[in-house]
Structure formats: structure tokens, C-alpha cells
């Protein structure tokens, strides 16, 4: 492989990956139209000619297909993203997620580009008390509480996926992303890392919601990004599904703690209803911990980073971009 397409290559897990395959010396074509992602996202590869950024829309058809025709390999990102966006805007979530993945998948057939497709934990939906894995059922909510629009629209993307595998020997590989996080992520579409290490910053305080004995694995991008780039090249993954995240379980609770205790021993710790949360239409997972076996079985995934390291990374990037650069040397 020479040449990638990524689309929503300026989002925060894109844009790792855009660095890593241009440090591997590979040509990178980049769509986005930066609705969550950001061109300063890729400052670091930005006048290297290797880097081709185009803003644009998926569904831009004639750009789309020429662009597939000259990767030799997609990964395909580009979706709505954040609980609170996705609550906040469905139209937007379903539009993008669903219509944006069969443009490329349909192109990609044409000829016969393999192709990484990013899901997500959400697809399990809800309920259940120990760990994910990819053959479990999917249980959502009522299509009155729009959190299970986003999960529901990933379904939908695999299933189609999985279709054009199955009827047109498309080579696809299904990602189901749970949390990630790292450099780069911002907390303004929800997703808690960045919002409690921005809130200690802050001088607090750090808003847990709910009772905060939810539980979640949080993975760091770079170990997410070795997966992606392994799973692209590996021939058994083809056609299947794999949960992609960290193990490590940690409740609301202790994150906010150790959020604490690594940035501002001062903050406060608050407790903040659901209600007063989100937007009504919400409704919260309690227990996200993913079976990793078939990950680590196929291409052998180890991440390097525990949750500590984690944080002190999200906090030294984003007390530089506070302004306070070095001050946790
Ligand atoms: N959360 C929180 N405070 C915040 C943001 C999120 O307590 O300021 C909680 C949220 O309700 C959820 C967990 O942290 O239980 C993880 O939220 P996130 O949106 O990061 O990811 P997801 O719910 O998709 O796992």
C-alpha cells in the first residue's frame, strides 16, 4: 500500500493517523469537512508533500470517486461523533452516517479498494454486565431517546459493509471503536477525558454525571491508531468485526479523581443530574468494557499506554493550548 484515503482525516483519531502513515512514508489523501475536525489538527504534517487535504463533503460524488481511484487503500472516519452532538442533532447524525458509508462503500466496490470502517461501541447499546464481544446481540433504546440514533446508523453501516463483502467480495474491515482519547480531542462534543482534565485546569470544578458508577475503558489514540494501520493489513481480518479499545475498566468516579489528583488537587469533584446534563432524549450506558481477545488473537494488540499516561498527555496538550506550557514538567 502506497497511497491512503482517510476520510474525517482532521478529526482527532484521523489526524493521528494521517501523521502515522505520512511518517511511514505513505502518500495521504484527506477528506473532511470539518464539522468536528480542525486543519490545525494537522499542522504537524501540514506542508509535507506527501499530505493531500481536500474540505469538502462526503457526499460530494465526483470528488469521492476520485479520490477512492487513487488510494489504494480507504479508511473511512468521517462520521458525526460525541454523545451530546448526536443528541443534540440526529438529522445530522443519521444523515452523515449512514449516506456517507454507502457512498464509499459503493465506490470502493467499483474497484475493489479495501476498506477500514470505523464503528463503535455503540452499536451494543445498552444493558449487560460484563464485557462486549462482536457476536453478542444489540440492544438499543427507544427511538424516543436519540443517543441510539448514532449506534443504530454504525449498524447500519456494518450491515452493509458485511453486504458488499458477502455479495461482492468488497474487502472490508469493521472497527468498533470504544473510548479513546489522547492530544487533539476536545471536550465541547462531550467525551469526559478531555472535559474533566479542561474543568481542572480550570480551577474546577469537575462535573461527574449521575451517580458516577458508570464504567468505561479508555484507550490511547496512538495504541488505537497501531490497530487500524495492523488491521489494514492483515488478510484474516478481512470480512470481520473487531472491538477496538482498552480492557482496563475504571468507574466515572475514580477517573474524576485521578483527574484530580494528576491536575488540580484543589478542584472540587460535583455531581450533576442527568436532566440537567443533556438534552432531553438522553439516556446513559452504564457498564462499557469490550472482549479484546479477538483483537489481540488476530494481530497480536498490546496497548502500551495505561490509563495514567493517558491522562498526563490530554493534560500536557491541553494545558499548552490553555496557555500554560511546562507547567507540569
Ligand atoms: N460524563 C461525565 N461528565 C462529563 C462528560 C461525560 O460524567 O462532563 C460521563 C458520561 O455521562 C458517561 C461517561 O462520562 O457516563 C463517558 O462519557 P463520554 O461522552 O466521554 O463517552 P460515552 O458515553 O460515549 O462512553
Redesign the pocket.
Known amino acids: 500500500m502506497r497511497r491512503a484515503l482517510i476520510t474525517g482525516g482532521a478529526g482527532f483519531i484521523g489526524s493521528h493517523l494521517v501523521e502515522s502513515l505520512i511518517a511511514e512514508g505513505l502518500e495521504v489523501y484527506v477528506l473532511d469537512d470539518l464539522s468536528t475536525g480542525a486543519v490545525r489538527n494537522l499542522d504537524e504534517v501540514r506542508s509535507d508533500p506527501r499530505l493531500h487535504l481536500h474540505l469538502d463533503d462526503i457526499d460530494n460524488g465526483p470528488l469521492l470517486t476520485e479520490l477512492v481511484d487513487r488510494a489504494d487503500v480507504v479508511f473511512h472516519l468521517a462520521a458525526a461523533v460525541?454523545?451530546?452532538l448526536i443528541v443534540e442533532d440526529p438529522v445530522r447524525t443519521i444523515e452523515t452516517n449512514i449516506h456517507g458509508t454507502e457512498m464509499i462503500l459503493s465506490r470502493c466496490a467499483r474497484k475493489r479498494k479495501k476498506i477500514l470502517l470505523a464503528s463503535?461501541?455503540?452499536v451494543y447499546g445498552k444493558g449487560q454486565d460484563s464485557s462486549f464481544s462482536e457476536e453478542d446481540d444489540l440492544v438499543f433504546g427507544a427511538t424516543t431517546k436519540s443517543r441510539w440514533s448514532y449506534g443504530c446508523s454504525k449498524a447500519i453501516d456494518e450491515f452493509l459493509g458485511l453486504a458488499y463483502w458477502n455479495e461482492h467480495g468488497l474487502p472490508v474491515v469493521i472497527a468498533r471503536f470504544?473510548?479513546t482519547v489522547g492530544p487533539r480531542q476536545v471536550?465541547q462534543?462531550?467525551?469526559?477525558?478531555p472535559?474533566?482534565v479542561q474543568?481542572a485546569l480550570d480551577g474546577g470544578p469537575?462535573?461527574?454525571?449521575?451517580d458516577?458508577e458508570?464504567v468505561?475503558c479508555f484507550a490511547h489514540v496512538s495504541d488505537i491508531v497501531w490497530a487500524m494501520r495492523s488491521l489494514m493489513n492483515c488478510g484474516e481480518a478481512v470480512g470481520q468485526i473487531f472491538n477496538v479499545g482498552s480492557d482496563q475498566p475504571v468507574t466515572?468516579n475514580q477517573?474524576?479523581e485521578k483527574v484530580r489528583e494528576l491536575v488540580n488537587p484543589d478542584v472540587e469533584v460535583v455531581h450533576?443530574p442527568?436532566a440537567e446534563?443533556?438534552a432531553e432524549g438522553f439516556e446513559?450506558?452504564?457498564y462499557?468494557v469490550p472482549d479484546v481477545g479477538k483483537l489481540r488473537r488476530v494481530i497480536g494488540f498490546e496497548p502500551k499506554y495505561d490509563l495514567e499516561h493517558i491522562l498526563a498527555d490530554v493534560r500536557d496538550y491541553l494545558a499548552t493550548e490553555s496557555g500554560l506550557a511546562g507547567a507540569f514538567d
Open positions: 460525541g454523545v451530546k463503535t461501541s455503540e470504544f473510548n471536550g462534543y462531550g467525551m469526559v477525558v472535559r474533566f474543568q469537575i462535573t461527574v454525571y449521575g458516577g458508570q468505561r466515572i477517573l474524576a450533576i442527568y446534563a443533556y446513559d450506558i452504564r462499557r
